[in-house]
């Protein structure tokens, strides 16, 4: 019709006087009709036409009806939201909201406002996508839906639900500016909310007919208030809590629809999807202070309030048991945040601090889901590296990150069906694992859940876990006593900050330290870096043979974070010497750290460690608990430094300088309890040899009882009277056993015995991660034949005889000696095990030496130890077979033959680190003899003067120190 | 700017029930189309048409439609006051909506009142005979029993579209004429047209549609 303005005379379109008219709308409007399309020229014309307009409009709502007809009949609306649509840009926007907001504001003509709310007109504007980023558009727009909710009621509420769109767009659109970032936006996003609410509240039943997104406040109502209005009155009211026990029994989903349909939820029939919302939602119900205790006693679900949980619902706890029982099986279904989230809820139902309220079937039903998780974590164990940082960074994750439901409920992820790809993006426990990897985590960290549910429930105290006990280690700053402890100083040359500072490095059970001296008190140290061990990566320097590159990494926040290093840097010891024996010692710490922790894992997992377990399972090797436990009796609490400064001990510390070689004896019948430090050792030696010795009886397929019993019987009456002599024989002995079950294993190609090496983490690095499992059993031969050498070399010592000599007939009598152990104890104490320790340190240096080619700085030291590695080794296997082949009678000089070039392949490789090896085991050795020769002592001050002398010569000259040493292996 | 000349304005509203055909009837009155699909009316909808109700005799008939749906049953009542004529329309396929004009006819006339209304009975939809299921006798019967005239129609064939208006229209200017109407005050029911100096008749054409509604 404005196409064509048929009737109109063009001639009489002058502008009236009176700007209050009729006549001058008449005039606005023929300039809209000729100006339909907004342009850069017309654009203020319109403008000023638009105001104008609103004027009149409201000027005729109070004076002149005609006005608004005239307005209604030239349908002049439909102009506004015609220009609307235009891409006119924010400048006719912003005056078209301004316009309409004036109207809305001051028309008093209800017919006037109902025609202008016709129709979705307004909401079309509404829902109009305007250039929020532009201020002033924002605050006029949300200035119009504010003027538009001051116009809701419960007549025109119906004109702001669009029935095409099922949208009130006036509220949604609204309330997406919740979080605006002007707060006067966010003011008006809560007053038009309430207007929006105010207006529905009367009129409650409008939109129950048609489905809207805005839920009628008797929607909100439970399942009892609903059945108390259907049945006019309240049972539930007349119920106290005297009668519960017939509550109990009389609990039924029978008219209770919505929470039919929430329990209903929770079983999880084709995956958790739903029953994730409905755990959330009775999770949030037992913690909305808005819920009275009595409405939820009245279904049974007592909360955190609830004094007692006496009655609990049981249809509910047997849902939520079976979530937790399906989630430790195969299939998975469950993803782990559904797990924690029953898991939770399930303590919230029947978990009060202290005290545990549930039934004992069901109690029972939690611990076969204990069983079964456990189980299931038994077929992803392995003896691998990472299996243990797994094991322990899930640990960390669960207690650093308990699952929160108000941050679960807000991630949107979880309203996708779930998903396994981690391609999503969606957090881990969100979702459900992918591959192998993801599966074996998953099957920890629920092990830990229902492992931490079931000691909860059961009233115990978590003993096993964490792995990593921290009131056993030593921390940042501790100001230690290191009288007793074996020090290597070292130059750290930080990688990042090139800062170079001169410390001590001692290697604990469990930890790598590098102190600094006290300046206060002579023979301590302030604990200046502590690492973790097993972390520790030791690498050799090619251009330095003084020299380590040690990088040691924090365990990874989260399983995709790029590890970052704790320490970076280059430790630059005094001497070629004491560069290996670090090396050496801390490589080996890092395996006995983590060794140790393994087999935590085994007890954590009652991984069976008796033959007929293994039959059944092959390779799951563990030694017999029994065997290794004697040893564990004697575990001295002194785990810290700092116990093992003892006044007794401190007597003995002068000894190792002034006469080292005499002072051996007198520590050693009082050292049991020395031991602490090397206990470790002996236990790992201990449990090895059990296993060697299983592995070999299960090799040989036979004679098993006759194989365990003797073994058993020797060490614990040994234990039990001498200790520590038990402890240097057991060694011997298990050394000898090892390197039979190495090379055993070794030359046992079978794959079905790959679990063998659960007791041995990977070695070197650099060999093993080529390699598959079979050859990782080479690697395991080269370790054990290691961990074997120090005990040998303690007994070659006791024949002060040139080692390269005496090495064969060694072999021979120290395999009698393990053979045997009925040996008069006074004299091979006295004899072997003796004088080796104190000699020992004078040893040391030629064996690393020896390994590396005889380096220059060897070149004091005597002739014999001047061997090329590879005799070193030929020898060294020949007396571990000989003591194999004695140990182990049925097997013969043909097995041992057999056994050699399979020991040998490895040992005669020429890499530092298998060299290395048997110098930290001699070194450990040193570090027994000193602590032992030290118990011997007598006088207390002497000592510490002593010591205090030998930390600062330490400190002090690299050469001197040196020298000590080199006299030492003399003096002997 | 020249307005149409006519001499008087009568408001009428259109009621019944929801889907009888309210808002095709007018927009095949005003615009002389018809769609089969649309859209239920959400509040209220304005047309106007110029009509000779008598040679010489123009009316300007400002036209509300309203929403038959019960939710807007409170809207619409604010435009029973300032009308002087309805429409009330049924759906002969549809007995329900034949039965709820004594409804329409009850709420609107306590609606209207002091006012004097004038009513005609539409039954609409009167192309589908088939589905017919009230017949026109039952209509002209309620009609006549009320004392109002009746006619059926198609907004489709457009049958009697434009004599059901020119019927309701014709029947309100016979009442002004006898008086039984007058221009009120603050009534929009019925007012004045614009003093004609002289006869335009180029400027509109006897029946021209026009609407506010479509442009």
């Known amino acids: ?972 | 700017m020249v307005e149409p000349i006519f001499d008087y304005q009568f408001r009428l509203i259109l009621i019944g029930d929801s889907t009888v055909g309210k808002s095709s009837l007018l927009k095949y009155f005003t615009d002389g189309k018809f769609s089969d699909t649309c859209d239920p009316t959400v509040g209220v909808d304005f047309h106007a048409r110029l009509i000779e109700v008598k040679s010489g005799v123009r009316v300007k008939l400002q036209l509300w439609d309203t929403a038959g749906q019960e939710r807007f049953r409170s809207i619409t009542r604010s435009y029973y006051r300032n009308s002087v004529g309805a429409l009330i329309v049924y759906d002969i396929t549809k007995r329900r909506s034949f039965e709820n004009i004594t409804g329409w006819l009850e709420e609107s006339r306590s609606h209207i009142e002091p006012h004097r209304v004038s009513y005609v009975i539409v039954g609409h939809k009167a192309d589908m005979e088939e589905e017919r299921q009230v017949t026109t006798r039952e209509g002209r019967m309620f009609a006549e029993a009320n004392g109002l005239k009746f006619i059926e129609t198609s907004a489709k064939t457009g049958q009697n579209v434009e004599e059901a208006f020119q019927l309701l229209a014709k029947e309100i200017h016979n009442l002004l004429e006898a008086g039984k109407i007058k221009v009120e005050e603050d009534w929009d029911g019925v007012k004045n047209g614009f003093a004609r100096p002289s006869r335009e008749p180029f400027q509109v054409a006897e029946g021209e549609q026009e609407s506010g509604g479509c442009c």
């Open chain 1, 1 to 972: 019709m404005f196409s064509r303005p048929k009737g109109w005379i063009p001639g009489l379109l002058s502008k009236p006087k009176n700007p209050h008219s009729l006549e001058h709308l008449k005039y606005l409007h023929g300039l809209l009709c000729k100006n339909q399309t907004v342009t850069e020229h017309n654009r203020s014309l319109l403008v000023e036409t638009l105001r104008s307009i609103s004027e009149i409009l409201i000027w005729g709502d109070q004076n002149d009806s005609t006005v608004f007809d005239f307005f209604l009949e030239k349908n002049m609306l439909s102009f506004f939201l015609r220009y609307l649509q235009q891409k006119s840009g924010r400048y006719i926007c912003v005056q078209l909201l301004q316009t309409l907001n004036i109207l809305f504001e001051n028309i008093s003509n209800e017919t006037s406002l109902y025609y202008l709310l016709s129709n979705n007109h307004i909401n079309s504007i509404i829902v109009h996508k305007f250039d929020f980023s532009d201020e002033e558009v924002m605050a006029y727009y949300i200035s119009f839906l504010k003027t538009l909710s001051f116009k809701l009621n419960r007549h025109t509420i119906h004109f702001f639900y669009n029935e095409h769109t099922n949208d009130f767009a006036l509220y949604t659109e609204a309330i997406k500016f919740f979080n605006h970032s002007e707060a006067m936006v966010r003011i008006a996003v809560r007053t038009i909310t309430l207007n929006v609410y105010k207006a529905l509240s009367p009129a409650s039943d409008v939109f129950s007919a048609g489905d809207t997104d805005i839920s009628s406040p008797n929607q909100n109502s439970t399942d009892e208030e609903k059945l108390m209005s259907t049945l006019g009155r309240s049972h539930r009211m007349e119920l106290p809590g005297a009668n519960s026990e017939q509550m109990q029994a009389s609990f039924s989903l029978e008219n209770r629809p919505y929470l039919e349909a929430i329990f209903n939820a929770l079983e999880c029939s084709e995956n958790d999807y739903e029953a994730l919302f409905a755990l959330c939602l009775l999770y949030a119900m037992g913690h909305n202070d808005g819920i009275h205790q009595d409405l939820m006693d009245s279904v049974l679900m007592p909360t955190e309030r609830s004094e007692a949980k006496d009655h609990y619902n049981i249809a509910l706890v047997e849902r939520l048991i079976r979530i937790i029982t399906l989630a430790c099986q195969h299939g998975i279904k469950v993803r782990l945040s559904t797990l924690e989230l029953s898991i939770k809820l399930l303590r919230q139902l029947v978990f009060r601090p202290g005290r545990s309220y549930l039934q004992d079937r069901h109690l029972a039903c939690i611990e076969n889901a204990r069983e079964c998780s456990t189980q299931l974590l038994r077929n992803f164990y392995k003896s691998e590296e990472i299996f243990l940082d797994m094991f322990e960074d899930e640990y960390t994750q669960m207690k650093n990150k308990p699952l929160n439901v108000e941050y679960l409920t807000m991630d949107a992820s979880i309203l996708l069906p779930p998903t396994g790809t981690p391609l999503t993006g969606i957090e881990f426990s969100k979702r459900l694992p992918c591959g192998e990897v993801e599966r074996a985590r998953r099957a920890i960290r629920v092990f830990f859940l229902v492992r931490d549910l079931s000691l909860s429930l059961m009233d115990e105290r978590e003993e096993q876990l964490p792995l990593n006990r921290d009131n056993a280690c030593v921390r940042t700053n501790d100001i230690l006593d290191l009288n007793n402890s074996d020090l290597i100083a070292c130059t750290v040359l930080m990688r990042d900050t090139r800062k170079q500072d001169r410390r001590f490095l001692v290697i604990d059970k469990l930890q790598m330290i590098l102190v600094e001296p006290d300046t206060r008190r002579l023979g301590w140290g302030v604990v200046r870096f502590v690492g973790s061990l097993q972390d520790v990566e030791v690498t050799g320097d090619k251009e330095d043979s003084r020299s380590l590159h040690i990088t040691i990494h924090k365990p990874p926040s989260s399983q995709h974070a790029r590890p970052i290093p704790l320490l970076s840097a280059r430790f630059i010891f005094d001497d070629h010497i004491r560069c290996m024996a670090a090396k050496q010692r801390l490589s080996k710490g890092r395996i006995k750290a983590r060794q140790q922790k393994m087999q935590m894992i085994e007890r954590l997992l009652d991984i069976p460690g008796d033959s007929s377990g293994k039959t059944s399972t092959p390779g799951r090797a563990r030694p017999v608990p029994g065997r290794s436990h004697p040893v564990r009796v004697h575990t001295q609490p002194s785990t810290t430094l700092n116990q093992l400064a003892t006044p007794e001990s401190n007597e003995a510390s002068r000894r190792p300088k002034s006469a080292p070689a005499a002072n051996t004896s007198a520590g050693k019948s009082e050292s049991a309890s020395r031991v602490s430090q090397n206990e470790a050792n002996v236990e790992v030696a201990e449990e090895a040899a059990a296993f060697a010795y299983q592995t070999f009886n299960q090799q040989t397929g036979g004679a098993v009882p006759k194989r365990h019993s003797p073994s058993p019987e020797q060490n614990n009456s040994n234990v039990q009277e001498i200790p520590l002599e038990d402890l240097s024989r057991n060694k011997k002995r298990h050394s000898g056993r090892k390197v039979s079950n190495t090379k055993l294993t070794g030359l046992a190609h079978s794959s079905s015995h790959t679990r063998s090496q659960s007791h041995s983490p990977k070695r070197d690095e650099g060999l093993s991660s080529n390699r598959g499992r079979s050859t990782s059993l080479t690697i395991n031969v080269t370790k054990r034949d290691r961990s074997s050498t120090p005990t040998r070399r303690s007994h070659s010592k006791s024949s002060p005889a040139p080692m390269v000599t005496h090495s064969k007939s060694r072999a021979s009598s120290q395999s009698s000696a393990s053979e045997a152990p009925v040996v008069p104890r006074k004299s091979s104490r006295d004899g072997s095990s003796q004088s080796p320790k104190t000699l020992r340190p004078a040893d040391t240096p030629a064996l690393s030496l020896l390994s590396h080619d005889g380096l220059l700085s060897s070149s004091g030291i005597d002739a014999p130890k001047l061997l090329p590695p590879a005799e070193m080794d030929r020898i060294r296997s020949m007396s571990d077979i000989s003591s194999t082949s004695s140990d182990s009678q049925n097997e013969g000089s043909s097995n041992s033959s057999q056994n050699k070039p399979s020991d040998q392949r490895p040992n005669f490789t020429y890499n530092s680190p298998s060299g290395a090896e048997a110098e930290v085991s001699n070194i450990n050795a040193d570090q027994n003899t000193v602590e032992l020769v030290k118990e011997g002592q007598s006088s207390a001050s002497d000592q510490l003067t002593k010591l205090a002398q030998i930390v600062h010569e330490h400190y002090r000259s690299f050469k001197d120190e040196g020298e000590e040493e080199t006299n030492l292996s003399h003096g002997k």
